[in-house]
């Protein structure tokens, strides 16, 4: 006969164990303290075994015998359901120990491995350690597209919109790597495309004409502050490579007997490795910074560690500081100065600038990576490059 809510409700601890059978071999377990748990005998090829199914009342009657129900079934497929529970609680558990954390970790090694730009490293672990660090505790396969949006939309609310598109990228692409290590089967980021604001990209301000690089170069060159940053504003000048590659300049990296700064793959944007000529006034440069920091890893180390780079805010910050507005001029563009005034020189031909900027004309295919590809050209013009912003700085 079935069991009811009252007589499971009433079932009082006795001396010895015993059972209330229900049916269909699923019976409640009232132990000698009074526990009571849901229990179901079965026989698995000729062997009687007994499955555990839950608590009660944590696991009441209609549960109870709709989990009896699914292990009938399961038998009827040649199953064990005691196996079938087993692995379930290990999977669960699995579950439980890959957190996005985890993988997140496991994304970031792999992206060292891959021989990824250190810039491109830093960036992805800020936006996965930092903007997304409300998801590194959680389980990977209990993350819902709900709680990626949250994330997303409290970097958005604080205007870094650019910032959120590029953290669900990065997001999906950890959910993509667990999927492909056999961790998830989902990815929550895909059901997010167009919840965001659309980023409407803004080119970077620069200065083009002569008389206005002169005004900053003054402002450089008179400001007071940490040695290595005003130095690395002076390289970024004289140079214009990616901010991010001069605030990582390595020691290894300079050859000063050759006048020549080589920025390896691994931190090129086009992941080839990209050789800048160094001017006269570039290599005075490089010894001040070798004369005070000559025991640190980078050739400009932050005021803060002197064993880290500048920040990637730096430059830009310092700038601000100097009265140099943000929409007037940044870091990156003295790429844009660079391009713009050496064009309209008319001393050198664009496939040489555009060799030194380190740029690819995809229309042409043209490779123009290598360091003997107009290498004496590229000397000459960052000479001239250097002189002109000293006659300018200078009011010559």
């Known amino acids: 006969m079935a069991l009811t809510d009252v007589q499971i409700r009433n079932a009082k601890k006795a001396d010895k164990p015993y059972k209330l059978p229900d049916g269909k071999g699923l019976y409640l377990y009232v132990s000698t303290a009074g526990g009571k748990s849901w229990r179901l005998d079965y026989a698995y090829f000729g062997k009687r075994k007994t499955l555990t199914l839950g608590a009660y009342p944590v696991l009441g009657l209609a549960e109870a015998r709709s989990q009896r129900d699914e292990a009938k079934r399961k038998l ?201 000529p160094l001017s006269r006034q570039a290599l005075e440069i490089i010894q001040e910074m070798r004369d005070i920091f000559d025991d640190n890893r980078y050739v400009f180390p932050s005021m803060m560690s002197g064993k880290k780079l500048l920040s990637e805010n730096s430059m830009n910050s310092a700038l601000r500081r100097m009265g140099v507005g943000g929409d007037e001029h940044t870091a990156h563009g003295f790429r844009s100065s660079a391009s713009s005034i050496l064009n309209e020189s008319g001393e050198f031909k664009p496939d040489t600038i555009e060799a030194q900027l380190a740029h690819l004309d995809a229309s042409k295919v043209r490779r123009v990576y290598n360091r003997a590809t107009y290498w004496d050209e590229r000397v000459r013009m960052m000479q001239w490059w250097a002189d002109m912003l000293d006659a300018e700085r200078l009011g010559r």
């Open 76 to 276: 009827a497929e040649g199953l064990d359901p005691s196996l079938a529970k087993k692995r379930r609680q290990l999977e669960a558990k699995a579950a439980a120990g890959n957190t996005f954390g985890l993988i997140a970790d496991e994304f970031i090694d792999k992206l060292r491995r891959d021989k990824r730009a250190e810039p491109t490293i830093t960036k992805n672990t800020w936006m996965l350690k930092v903007l997304a660090a409300k998801l590194l505790p959680y389980p990977i396969t209990q993350i819902t597209p709900k709680d990626v949006l949250a994330v997303l939309t409290s970097i958005e609310r604080t205007g870094r919109v650019e910032s959120a598109l590029a953290t669900r990228s990065t997001i999906g692409r950890v959910f993509r790597y667990a999927i492909a290590t056999a961790r998830a089967e989902t990815d929550p980021t895909s059901a997010l495309r167009g919840a965001l604001q659309r980023h409407v990209p803004i080119s970077h301000p620069a200065l083009t004409t002569r008389e206005e690089l002169g005004g900053v170069m003054r402002a450089i060159y008179g400001y007071e502050g940490w040695p290595s940053l005003v130095a690395a504003l002076k390289i970024q000048a004289l140079c214009f490579a990616r901010p991010g590659e001069t605030r990582s300049m390595e020691w290894p990296e300079v050859d000063v007997c050759n006048a020549t700064w080589t920025i390896p793959a691994t931190k090129a944007k086009m992941r080839r490795e990209h050789h800048v």
